[in-house]
């Protein structure tokens, strides 16, 4: 009689987690959809539970207002639109891979992941300077983007195939600089199609980074995506 028991309240937790885990992307959603809309401050904590259908007690509890709303938004962004997150996805790509397909994965996974965080990244980055609370969120986006890169840059460097006189530092400032100050101007505000935003950033990268950057025509990265 115990084991049938046992079973329902394991359904039952995974039920429960399930539940709680759909409302907190229902809740994220819907915050960034109002930062995004409505600005940072004008958004308030009551609008957002109200477009979740959740009370506000529950944001107050789950993300500690609007910062950490916003803070959550911006993780949710860096995973991509994947079922695993983009970081997982490149690591697994960069495993047994030569420089080249190492940087066109990059330049793929950064169109895909800039359309989701690009736009949060300029709010973050405009507000950082008037809101210390916001200012420490930015500080620690820095500190992960910093991490992320120098770990490409190490992956690249073991290739054997980083351009003789580039540091990995500097491969690191490199990929910073791209995935910083690229995707604002031109997949927002230029609006430009995706795939050209890939094939920029994979010649970037190349003629940069690799010992032998070839010229050639469209990268393989963005000959198979549809524009816009």
């Known amino acids: 009689m115990s084991t049938p028991h046992v079973k329902g309240r394991t359904y039952d937790a ?12 229902r809740i994220i959603a819907a915050a960034r959809a109002r930062f995004l809309s409505d ?24 993300f500690g207002g609007k910062v950490g709303l916003l803070e959550a938004a911006w993780w949710r962004a860096l995973e991509g639109r994947g079922e695993q997150s983009a970081e997982r996805r490149a690591d697994a790509a960069a495993g ?24 949060l990244f300029a709010l973050i980055r405009s507000l950082a ?5 916001v200012g420490d969120l930015y500080q620690r986006i820095e500190e992960s983007r910093n991490a992320r890169m120098a770990h490409n840059a190490r992956l690249l460097a073991a290739t ?5 006189g580039v540091s990995v530092e500097q491969a690191r400032d490199i990929m910073l600089a791209v995935s910083g100050h690229l ?46």
Do not use: F, H, N
């Open 14 to 25: 995974t039920g429960r987690r399930e539940r709680a885990a759909a409302r907190r992307a």
């Open 39 to 62: 600005g940072y401050a004008a958004t308030t904590v009551a609008a957002v539970a109200a477009d979740a259908e959740v009370s506000v007690d529950t944001i107050y509890k789950g």
């Open 96 to 119: 047994d891979s030569d420089a080249r397909t190492m940087i066109a994965t990059w330049a793929r996974l950064s169109a895909e992941v800039a359309g989701e965080s690009s736009r």
């Open 129 to 133: 300077v008037v809101d210390p609370a």
């Open 160 to 164: 054997g195939e980083l351009r003789p």
């Open 183 to 228: 995707p604002e101007p031109l997949l927002d505000r230029a609006g430009w199609p995706a795939r050209d935003y890939i094939d920029l950033v994979d010649r970037l990268l190349r003629a940069a980074l690799m010992a032998d950057a070839p010229s050639g025509p469209r990268s393989a990265s963005s000959a198979a995506l549809p524009s816009g």
